[in-house]
C-alpha cells in the first residue's frame, strides 16, 4: 500500500467521524486509566456499566483505596479476570498516591510501570486523557491494519510501530480511534461489512464480502 492511498483511508475516516474518542466513560484521566485496564478480555459496554456505580462511589485513588478490595470485587465481578483487576487497581492506586500525587503520570515509563498497566494500556491513556500522538493496538486495530494492509505486522508492536511511521503526523492522534472503531462495526472478525465500508476501494483485502 502506498502513502496516497494510506492517506486517502484516513481523508475518509475523518470525514465519517470528524471528531473520533472512546466509548469508555470516564471524567478524569485516572477513572480512563482504571477503565482501560477493566476493559482487557471485557467490552466497553461492560465496563461502564460497572464503572458508573464505581466512579460515583470512588472516582479518585484515594476513594477508591478506601473503597477496599472486597467492595472493589463487588462493583467489578461481571467483568473477566475481576479479582487480579482489582488486586492491580488499587496497587496503582497506592502507586499514584505515593510517587505521583495522586495524579496519573503522562510519560511512558511511569505508565507503565504502574500495576496491571502494559503498552498498549499506556498508548490510550497517552492518546485519549493527554492528546499524545500514540496508536495503540488492540485486536480490532491489528485486525484492520493487517486485513486492509494499512500496516500489516505478525505482532501487535510491529503493527505500532509500521502505523505510527506510515500515519501522517496530522492523522496520528485520532488514528488509534478511528481504526478501534472501524474495526468494532465496520471491518468485524468473522464477516466484514464491505458493502458498507467507506475505503472499500481502497482496501487490499483479497476476500471481500459482498454488500
Known amino acids: 500500500m502506498n502513502n496516497d492511498k494510506r492517506r486517502e483511508i484516513y481523508l475518509r475516516l475523518q470525514a465519517e467521524n470528524p471528531a473520533p474518542t472512546t466509548e469508555l466513560k470516564y471524567r478524569s484521566p485516572f477513572q480512563l486509566l482504571v477503565s482501560v485496564i ?3 478480555q471485557a467490552t466497553d459496554v461492560s465496563v461502564n456499566l460497572a464503572t458508573k456505580k464505581l466512579f460515583a462511589e470512588a472516582g479518585t485513588p484515594q476513594a477508591m483505596l478506601e473503597l477496599g478490595l472486597s467492595r472493589l470485587k463487588e462493583h467489578i465481578k461481571s467483568i473477566g479476570l475481576f479479582n487480579t483487576k482489582a488486586a492491580n487497581i488499587l496497587k496503582t492506586c497506592e502507586t499514584l ?12 515509563a511511569a505508565l507503565e510501570a504502574l500495576p496491571g498497566v502494559g503498552r ?14 500514540t496508536i495503540a493496538v488492540d485486536t480490532h486495530i491489528f485486525r484492520v491494519a493487517n486485513r486492509t494492509k494499512l500496516a500489516p505486522g505478525k505482532t501487535p508492536r510491529q503493527v505500532e510501530d509500521k502505523l505510527l511511521r506510515f500515519t ?17 462495526y465496520v ?22 464480502t459482498d454488500p
Open 38 to 40: 477493566l476493559s482487557a
Open 97 to 108: 498516591i505515593s510517587l505521583h500525587g495522586g495524579e496519573v503520570p503522562r510519560e511512558r
Open 187 to 208: 471491518c468485524i472478525a468473522r464477516k466484514p461489512r464491505c458493502g458498507a465500508c467507506v475505503i472499500e476501494d481502497l482496501c487490499e483485502y483479497r476476500d471481500k
Open 120 to 133: 498498549k494500556t499506556a498508548n490510550v491513556v497517552l492518546n485519549t486523557a493527554f492528546g499524545e500522538p
Open 168 to 184: 501522517p503526523n496530522e492523522f496520528k492522534r485520532d488514528a488509534h480511534h478511528w481504526l478501534i472503531l472501524h474495526g468494532r
